[in-house]
Each structure stands twice: as structure tokens, then as C-alpha cells.
């Protein structure tokens, strides 16, 4: 339901702000559980991954790198951000070493993505949008459970030729098993793709990154950077990179161009896998955000 101009401001709603210029979005944040991984893939940070001599011969720091997917209801639609890691890792992985690296070994059965869309009572053939903010493994990993269901699958224009245009079986940690054979539609810069919900062209971790950004009537604006920022300790500022990046200068614009949407919308910035953050929120199936 719609509020009307009568109800006055939502509470949380940004001052200002005409409630009925915001469309009744609704978002679910579907903690799908965390894959274990030496912190270093995701902070080249001195001091706390980088040593200095004092910390030698101190063990690595392993992190629960939290995976998480987005489900937003709309007025015109639901759509889904991301599928995370798929329930069979351990054997597809395997061809590119990854489930050595971020072994997805910190999920129960209810964590996997078709269990939580099953808790909110929602099934694959409900998604009229399945949008990929890269097409990584552990973000890919889901899409064939919308195979044959008329979801329109959307990714980047650039993430797409490049997923499709290298040699082999994978390059990195795009594995083509998870996405090559599905049609992808292809967005190109920022583009609203529904009222509110607006996708922004971050590249830098992968050719064709995107975040996703969110204008709810109660929240404000939510935006999630997907893997444009790992955490909240990547974002900084300064701004701190990570082991995987395709084009290190493109990734630190993207992140300032992040911080500069985010601060002009007042927005909420969820991080790809912040498993700090992702515990502080409110998580589907018992929350949401409007
Ligand atoms: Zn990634």
C-alpha cells in the first residue's frame, strides 16, 4: 500500500522529501550464510593483513566472507540482486582451485538462497528481474534456478563481453558453468530500471560491476555495492583495495563515485561481504526494510 501525501512524512524519510515521489519499495536482505577465506583476498591493508616485522609469524586472518542477495518488491515488479554461491561449490569449483580459497563451508540448509526465497513464501517463477551486479562465482552461482521461469536476466554490457569473450572454462573467479548458458539483457551506465531502483556502473573489481540503489518511503535510500566495495573497511576513506581487481583506477572512482551518490541521498551503503554489517542488519526472513 501506498502512503498518501495525507500521512505526512514517513518516519525516516528524509526532510524535505515529498512522500508520494517515493514508490512503495520493499527490500529483503537474504543473508545466504559466508564462504571462509584468508582475509588479504579482500584487504591489502597494512597493519591488519599486510605485516610489519613485529607480526611476522602471526597466522593469516581468516573471515567469514558473508554472501548475501537482494530481493526488492516493487509496484512494477520483483526483482532479485545477485544468486550467491551455488549448493554444489565443492564440485563445481573445483576446475578454477576457488573452493581451496573460499571454501562455502559456513551455511546451513536454510541459508542457501532457493531455502530463504522459500521462506518468504517466493519461488523462483516470482522474479520478473534477476540483475547481476557481476558475474562471479560466488554471485552467479544461483541463476540456473531461473532457468525456463521468464525472469529477464540483466547484467552490464562490459561484464557480459567480457564473461563471454575469454578463452576456457574461467578466468579468475568468472566461471562460465554458472552463467553461459543464459540470455543476458545488458545495461549501460546508471540506469533506473524500475522506479527507485536505480543500477550505477562501478567498474574496477571485475570489467562490468554494478551497485544498486534503493529509494524506500521509511528507509530513505539503501545502496548496495555488491563486491565495488567489500567492506566497510574497503570503503574508508581512504579507500582500500583488494587482491582481486580487474583496473585498480577505475575501482577507486568507482568507490568515489559511491561515496558521492551515497552522500547526496543520504543513503545506507550495504557492502558486498561486511559480516559485521551483514549481522547488524535486518535479515529476511524475520525483517525488512520500506
Ligand atoms: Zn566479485
Redesign the pocket.
Known sequence: MRPSCSDGPASGGRPGLEVDSVPANKVHVLGCGAMSCDLTWLLLKPGRTIRPRADRDKPVEWYPCTTHCVLVETPDGMLLWDTSCPRDWETRWVPTGLQEFFPYDQVSDEEYLDSRLGQLGVSPGDIDYLVLS?L?F??AGNIGLFAGTGARMICNDKEKEFAFGYEGAFNG?HLKADYEAYDFETVSGDVEILPGVTLIEAPG??PG?MAMKVDLPETGTMIFT??AVYMGDSYGPPAVPAA?VNDLAAWYSSVEKIRGIAERSDATVVF?HDAAQLRSMRLAPNGFYL
Open positions: 557481476h562471479h560466488d554471485h573467479a573489481h571485475t560491476t555488491s563486491d582481486i558486498g
